[in-house]
């Protein structure tokens, strides 16, 4: 047998037999992965094939912690095991979805009426008022239905208070604290620490209220920068507070005076500045739901379903036919960033390629760009405009701002269209910045050095191991002012305006919505629903034309081949205050991480933008 002949030593052959016996383990292993695999989307199919039905006198339950984006939420492994126990692995649903549900359960007979509970976590970019705002409407129409809309509130916040202020009645836990103390922006500042680790920072800008880089090179907000921030906050309280008024019959600066003489607003005060109906606990509005919409000798609750299996009724199981006309609706929701991104960024390329096939595909008749974006990447941005403005020229394309359109966000959207904005979106931010870290203190100091061969003057000008000369500051200026000057240009052509005037209300400052209809930056307030009904009437298509959403809502396939290609966006808590801000420090790293223009200038709004 030559397998015991001179051509295997017995090194060898334990080599191979350890080899083989490895390969031999991890076939195995992986055969019983995907075995576990297909037992999972077995399962998750069968669920999937079980749609609830909706019982007579339902009420429809609408969780406001449940985080409402613009695009379709993405699959989270971590979220399979959920998903097989109680029906639903995603925990994320989309405004359209919200806005459907709530429309069609107007009419539906066997839905009673809303119940609203939980509190609004702001994550990412979902659930931002601009979104809640459009919640808040349909919820009102639903109310012309003549069905009630009741909400249980424990301790809910601003943005909680602000959608459930609608309802016919709103019970509050004894217990319970209404955490509405108005509007805040804080913002962390980081020159400090850079100078303490030996980290140097160099920045150019355009515009007097392009406070992004601020924090790099101060240890506090900038006259201009606290100027702006108060009148947007001021905005954009004012909407909230006037909206909760009208919905609870309060005199105007009832709100203000409650929130003033309370940093928490107890329950007790809440009854008292009549924002709440009654004092009671959960246990006691189901008792007396349920002996009205339920059967007391079979129910232990009132009759309901969740918003999300709802859902699963109303929406249909395939997709409709390649040749049958349509809109496309694009979400650009999160920060742009040069190339594909991930699945959190708007990604130049890959959104820009999105564009494109709507623009050649001859069943989508008209496109809705729909912009939850702070900016990002001049470069992407440019990137994703051009391709808008190509498709803007071939068919009908109409842009929907959501809770913040600036910077790169109304760059993307300059494109000679109709824009709709929510009374408190926030845009604007028309400026561009360069932002330049450098690390050669912080080498040197570690006994680490450069030297460099070039075959010209400049051609290091981009390495972050040293700082730029003020030549090359020089040369970066001029290119961030060349690019200030093509955005008030863009600007200029595609909202019929002169550049002088542009330039006035540009300087990198931000906007309200309110403010933006005034300045002739938008044309419309208006919501998502309101943008793909214009598309529809501009295209023939009606009202509630067929929508084709980029990015697609994920099949099982697609989540089964994420699962398998693995997932990093664990679920993480972000019910403390504490984890709160360490979320909040981890995703300005994440935004600095981000930055990956190859110039190196971005439009993009100030560090660490966020209305608590």
């Known amino acids: 047998d030559a397998c015991n002949g001179p051509f295997l030593s017995s090194p060898m052959k334990a080599f191979f037999g350890s080899f083989f016996g490895t390969i031999f383990a991890l076939l195995i292993l992986l055969a019983g992965v995907l075995g576990f695999l297909f037992l999972c989307a077995g399962a998750l199919q069968k669920v999937a094939q079980k749609a609830p039905s909706v019982q007579p006198n339902s009420w429809l339950v609408l969780d406001l912690s449940v985080p409402i984006t613009d695009a379709p939420a993405r699959f989270d492994p971590a979220q399979l095991v959920t998903g097989l126990q109680n029906g639903n692995a995603d925990q994320r649903v989309t405004l359209r979805d919200v806005l459907l549900s709530i429309n069609r359960a107007a009419a539906d007979r066997q839905i009673a009426g809303i119940f609203l509970t939980g509190t609004v976590l702001p994550i990412d970019y979902a659930s931002g008022y601009g979104a809640l705002r459009e919640v808040r409407q349909a919820l009102q129409r639903f109310q012309q239905s003549k069905k009630p809309v009741y909400a249980f509130l424990n301790d809910p916040t ?41 980290i140097g920072v160099q920045a150019s800008r355009v515009g007097n209220y392009k406070s992004f880089v601020e924090p790099y090179l101060s240890d506090r907000m900038s006259p201009e920068d606290r100027e702006q921030t108060e009148k947007l906050l001021r905005d954009l309280w004012s909407e909230i507070t006037s909206a909760i008024e009208q919905s609870r019959s309060l005199p105007a600066g009832a709100v203000q005076q409650a929130v003033s003489e309370n940093a928490l607003i107890d329950a007790d005060a809440a009854l008292q500045h009549k924002l709440v109906t009654e004092l009671t606990s959960l246990s006691a509005v189901v008792d007396q739901l349920r002996a009205q919409y339920g059967d007391a000798r079979k129910d232990d609750t009132f009759r309901q379903i969740p918003l999300s ?15 049958v006309p349509k809109i496309g609706i694009v979400y650009a929701e999160g920060e742009i960033v040069d190339g594909e991104g991930d699945r959190n960024d708007v990604g130049g390329d890959r959104y820009a390629r999105a564009v494109r096939q709507f623009r050649l595909d001859p069943s989508v008749k008209g496109i809705v760009l729909r912009v939850n974006s702070p900016g990002g990447s001049v470069s992407a941005s440019s990137v994703i405009r051009h391709e808008l403005e190509r498709a803007a020229a071939a068919k009908p394309v109409v842009i929907s701002f959501g809770s913040v359109a600036a910077s790169g966000g109304y760059y ?34 570690n006994g680490v050095t450069f030297d460099t061969v070039q075959t010209s003057p400049y051609a290091s000008i981009l390495s972050p191991l040293r700082p730029k000369t003020d030549a090359e500051l020089a040369m970066i200026q001029g290119m961030i002012d060349k690019d200030y000057r093509e955005f008030l240009q863009i600007v200029a052509s595609a909202r019929r305006l002169s550049i002088d005037q542009v330039n006035e209300l540009a300087q990198g400052r931000v906007w309200s919505g309110t403010d933006a209809i005034r300045l002739h930056l938008v044309d419309e307030l208006g919501g998502l629903g309101d943008a793909v009904a214009y598309a529809g009437r501009q295209t023939q298509l009606g009202d509630r034309p067929i929508l084709k959403e980029f990015p697609e809502r994920q099949n099982l396939n697609d989540k089964i081949r994420e699962l398998i290609n693995g997932n990093d966006h664990l679920p993480v808590s972000r019910l403390d205050p504490v984890n709160q801000e360490l979320q909040r420090l981890q995703q300005e790293l994440v935004t600095l991480r981000r930055l990956n223009d190859p110039r190196g200038i971005y439009a993009l709004l100030p560090f660490g933008w966020r209305v608590d």
């Not at 609608?166 to 400090?192: E, N």
């Not at 299996?309 to 040749?323: E, F, I, K, Q, R």
């Not at 929510?422 to 040197?444: C, D, M, R």
Request: charged share 15%; no cysteine; net charge negative.
């Open 158 to 198: 601003t943005r909680a208070y602000y959608v459930a202020s609608v309802a016919d009645k709103i019970f509050m836990d004894p217990s319970g604290t209404l955490a509405m103390s108005g509007l805040a922006s804080q913002r962390l500042y980081f020159s400090g620490l850079l100078k303490k680790f030996g």
């Open 309 to 323: 299996d709802y859902l699963s009724t109303l929406l249909p199981s395939n997709h409709p036919g390649d040749d």
């Open 412 to 445: 993307i959207s300059s494109v000679n269209s109709h824009i709709f904005a929510e009374p408190n979106t926030i845009t604007g931010s028309i400026g561009v910045f360069g932002l330049f870290l450098n690390f050669q203190k912080l080498a040197n100091d």
